[in-house]
């Protein structure tokens, strides 16, 4: 019987690779796998410990000299520092736009402005005043008031608005004290410069039927003789005798 070429050969190469199979076969059920479940659990347990994980981290990244902690870390670093620096520039844009909106018109920045046109104390030819809504002007004077009782009145209080002609005026509000009936009110009015001085000077006389503990509001018109741009205006209630009982 003849033996087929290189048979001896092929079946000692059979024997030895069956041979170095088992035996990686036993060193991989008898050595336990370094990487294994217990190792990525003590890693995630250390990440979680609120600024340890910092230290292990930056550790692990640019220190450690095995795998695979080392890539795992650098990749961690990288992700994280990409989208701190995306929230970073998210926060600055939305700061800028804000900036922009509260301390300029917002519709200079994000539409068309709706103000064509804005008369000498700021108030757009657009908007549709009407007479029971009245818009307080920060730049109208500032009005004071006397608080002494006369002849059984005083003032409560008062202030300026603009109207929806574009006046200003004066409101008073007025309370009457005393225990007789008032049917005649009449107030002084002045105009007073930064520096003091009175630049303007006007009565106002209201003939109606005053009944004590009441409250009432006059209503002063003084578009034509006073000037919006000076500061105050002073206010008092004046006796038939009495013209300077500020």
């Not at 450690?64 to 990288?78: G, V």
């Not at 007073?192 to 009175?198: A, E, K, N, P, S």
């Amino acid at each position: 019987m003849s033996v087929p070429p290189n048979f001896e050969d092929s079946s000692t190469n059979s024997v030895e690779e069956e041979r170095i199979a088992i035996e990686e076969q036993t060193i991989n059920e008898e050595t336990p796998n370094e990487y294994g479940l217990k190792y990525w659990l003590i890693t995630l347990l250390l990440l979680a410990i609120p600024f340890v994980n910092i230290g292990f981290i930056i550790y692990w990244a640019f220190f450690e000299k095995k795998e695979p902690r080392k890539s795992f870390t650098r990749a961690y670093l990288i992700i994280f520092g990409s989208f701190f620096v995306l929230y970073m520039l998210l926060i600055a844009v939305f700061f800028f736009f804000f900036a922009m909106a509260y301390f300029q018109d917002p519709y200079e920045y994000f539409g068309e402005s709706t103000n064509k046109y804005s008369d000498e104390y700021g108030y757009s030819e657009d908007y549709e005043y009407t007479e029971d809504y009245l818009y307080e002007d920060s730049y109208l004077p500032t009005s004071y008031y006397d608080t002494s009782v006369v002849n059984g009145v005083e003032i409560a209080d008062s202030w300026t608005e603009l109207n929806y002609d574009y006046e200003w005026e004066l409101f008073v509000d007025l309370y009457v004290s005393g225990e007789q009936e008032v049917n005649e009110i009449k107030l002084k009015v002045e105009q007073v410069d930064i520096d003091g001085t009175v630049l303007n000077t006007s009565y106002e006389t209201f003939n109606e039927r005053y009944l004590p503990g009441n409250n009432y509001q006059v209503q002063l018109d003084l578009t034509d003789s006073y000037d919006p741009n000076v500061a105050e205006l002073w206010i008092s209630i004046v006796g038939e005798n009495d013209l300077n009982n500020l």
